[in-house]
């Protein structure tokens, strides 16, 4: 059984930082891509930043250019999402995707498995 979970979400004030976590199961992790994605209330979902099974960064929205950053521990089957410099337009469920490619993607339906998604909610 395929799990992705994230986790780390929460409130957190203008500038603040926050890292989130996406542990998973029931893949061979260093065979997928890895995405994260937001949705923002009333909104469509959008990506944020993808990392290639090798690490390399594959897609920044420009929106969270110099303030977001991905990585990954192929050991621990692990993709983490770093956000710093936080802004109240950051506020969404965010929500990590796997992806059975050497590379990220922006796009939702390139990916095979999602997680249930963490809120993370930055007040002004």
């Known amino acids: 059984q395929v799990q992705l979970v994230e986790s780390g979400g929460g409130l957190v004030q203008t500038g603040g930082s926050l890292r989130l976590s996406c542990a998973t199961s029931g893949v061979t992790f260093s065979r997928y891509s890895m995405g994260w994605f937001r949705q923002a209330a009333g909104k469509e979902r959008e990506a944020v930043i993808s990392?290639?099974?090798?690490?390399?960064?594959?897609y920044y929205a420009d929106s969270v250019k110099g303030r977001f950053t991905i990585s990954r521990d192929n050991a621990k089957n692990t993709v983490i999402l770093q956000m710093n410099s936080l802004k109240p337009e950051d506020t969404a469920v965010y929500y990590c995707?796997?992806?059975?490619?050497?590379?990220?993607?922006?796009?939702?339906?390139?990916?095979?498995?999602w997680g249930q998604g963490t809120q993370v909610t930055v007040s002004s």
């Open positions: 995707a796997a992806r059975l490619s050497y590379t990220g993607s922006q796009r939702t339906s390139d990916y095979n498995y």
């Open positions: 990392i290639s099974r090798s690490g390399d960064t594959t």
